[in-house]
Every structure is written in structure tokens, then in C-alpha cells.
């Protein structure tokens, strides 16, 4: 158990549907990461906070947005999903925004379908 | 563009060693990871090189050189629960984080 915790495990909506993932980091941990996991491109980065700013962009699609509360909890918002969009979406954590000390730790994941 | 290569399979026998490499051409350079995917898992932290060199843990190695753009994971001693998808992953000077597509590792008794 890394600490990191995603909500919920299993999602299955429709396309055109909005929904929202959760993500609550280690205690401590102030940078918050997502990532996208589909079967034919890996893993993806989409976006990482440091203490409730946006620190870094990866090819994340304008239909998603992101931000991290005061709490330094975490949530990816997908919007006007395709089939496309079906992946495993992963949280990891880490202590600092960057540099050696940045060990990053993965949530479980939530699996998106959509159908 | 971005870019991270690493074999897509390997196969080694139980008790060996095995190296799995990775080349990356990325805009900038700020440390390299390592992680581990076991099927139907989440990705777990191996290793971190930010300087050229060798750093040891345990039964894993990673190797950074960064004039070539290379990097490699060496595991020692394998064993079966080493099965698994090892992924190299490169952090830009945007601190973006780009991953290769990993490495699929069959251990073999």
C-alpha cells in the first residue's frame, strides 16, 4: 500500500458524459501527479501540482482539467468523454516538486470505460 | 520530438542477470527514472539518476550516461516475482515526464 488513494476504483459512463476523479496524496506529500495508462500508448503524463499550483503540463486534452485544494487532495475532471478516453488513470504522490529526492507514489488507479 | 526506446520484451532464466536499456532524446534533461508494473498493478519507484554513473540497490542497478542519451537497469540474481513491465521514464527541462513504452520482462525457472 503506497499511501496514495484514488476514488473510485471502477468508473462506467457514456460518451459526452462528464466525470471526476479523485485522488488523495501521502501524508506529507505535496506534489500530486496524473497520469493516463491505455493499452497502446503507455503511460502518459498529464499534469502534476505543487502545493495547490500547477507545476508541470504534460499532453493533457483541454476536455480535462485538473487542480489540488488546500487539503492537497487532488481532481482530474474529464469532460465530453469518447470512447477513447477508456484507460486506467493513475495519482502518484511525492515529497517535492522535483530533483533526487522526487520518488513518486502511485495510487491504485481508476479505471474509466466509456461506452 | 520526444522520444524513449527501450526493447518492448525480454527474456531471462531464474538466478541470472539481465540489463535492459533505454536511449531518450527529450528537450532538456532533469534525472531519469525507473519504475516496475506488475500486470494489473501500479507502477512502483526503482531508481533515479540525475548524474552519470552507476547507483546500486539491492539486486537493481540503474546507469545514466547522459552525453549518449542511455540509461540502463541491470537486475541481479532474478527471480520469478522479478516478472513484470519495467518502464524508463526521463524528466525534461519543462519537468515534464516522458515514458518510454517499458519493457515486458518473462522469467523463465
Known amino acids: 500500500d503506497s499511501g496514495v488513494t484514488q476514488t473510485p476504483k471502477h468508473l462506467i459512463t457514456a460518451t459526452g458524459q462528464r466525470v471526476t476523479l479523485r485522488c488523495s496524496p501521502r501524508s506529507g506529500d505535496l506534489s500530486v501527479y496524473w497520469y493516463q495508462q491505455s493499452l497502446d500508448q503507455g503511460l502518459q503524463f498529464l499534469i502534476q501540482y505543487y502545493n495547490g499550483e500547477e507545476r508541470a503540463k504534460g499532453n493533457i486534452l483541454e476536455r480535462f482539467s485538473a487542480q489540488q485544494f488546500p487539503d492537497l487532495h487532488s481532481e482530474l475532471n474529464l469532460s465530453s468523454l469518447e470512447l477513447g478516453d477508456s484507460a486506467l488513470y493513475f495519482c502518484?504522490?511525492?515529497?517535492?516538486?522535483?530533483?533526487?529526492?522526487?520518488?513518486?507514489?502511485f495510487g491504485p488507479g481508476t479505471r474509466l470505460t466509456v461506452l | 520530438g520526444q522520444n524513449i526506446d527501450q526493447p518492448t520484451e525480454m527474456t531471462a532464466t531464474e538466478g541470472a542477470i539481465v540489463q535492459i536499456n533505454c536511449t531518450y532524446q527529450?528537450?532538456?534533461?532533469?534525472?531519469l527514472f525507473w519504475y516496475q508494473q506488475h500486470a494489473g498493478e501500479a507502477p512502483t519507484f526503482l531508481s533515479y539518476?540525475?548524474?552519470?554513473g552507476l547507483e546500486e540497490k539491492g539486486r537493481f542497478s540503474s546507469f545514466l550516461s547522459r552525453s549518449k542519451g542511455y540509461s540502463y537497469l541491470l537486475l541481479k540474481e532474478l527471480q520469478m516475482k522479478d516478472s513484470a513491465s519495467y518502464l524508463c521514464?526521463?524528466?525534461?527541462?519543462?519537468?515534464?515526464?516522458?515514458f518510454g513504452k517499458g519493457t515486458r520482462l518473462h522469467i523463465l525457472p
Open positions: 502518484a504522490s511525492s515529497a517535492v516538486a522535483g530533483g533526487a529526492l522526487d520518488t513518486q507514489y
Open positions: 539518476n540525475v548524474l552519470d
Open positions: 521514464a526521463v524528466r525534461d527541462s519543462d519537468d515534464k515526464i516522458i
Open positions: 527529450t528537450s532538456g534533461f532533469n534525472g
